[in-house]
């Protein structure tokens, strides 16, 4: 059955790092473009980063853009969200999916998310 599992969450200050991993079981991440996306109290759902499955193109959501990276390794079939310069904005639950593409929202699979929360 195929899964997804992040870890990573936790509380940090602002101006902190995080790193999440999304770790994939029973089908391989590489055949699939992976997203994190976020979702905090009363808000809607949002994409924060993507990474194709093949030739390695990344999205960032523009209030991520020079805080966070998104990055695969393929030989431990884990995404990673690398996340620097935290803001207590960023505070939300993060969730990755398995899609057909990055925007396509044919996803496979779903984590069961990660807490952050930026805090001093």
């Not at 639950?93 to 984590?111: I, P």
């Amino acid at each position: 059955q195929a899964q997804l599992v992040e870890s990573g969450g936790g509380l940090v200050q602002p101006g902190g790092s995080l790193r999440l991993s999304c770790a994939a079981s029973g089908f391989t991440l590489d055949d699939y473009a992976i997203g994190w996306f976020r979702q905090a109290p009363g808000k809607e759902r949002e994409l924060v980063s993507c990474i194709s499955s093949s030739d390695g193109y990344t999205y960032y959501a523009d209030f991520v853009k020079g805080r966070f990276t998104i990055s695969r390794d393929h030989a431990k079939n884990t995404v990673y969200l690398q996340m620097n310069s935290l803001k207590p904005d960023d505070t939300a639950v993060y969730y990755c999916a398995a899609d057909h593409g990055c925007g396509l929202e044919l996803f496979v699979s779903w984590g069961q998310g990660a807490q952050v929360t930026v805090s001093s």
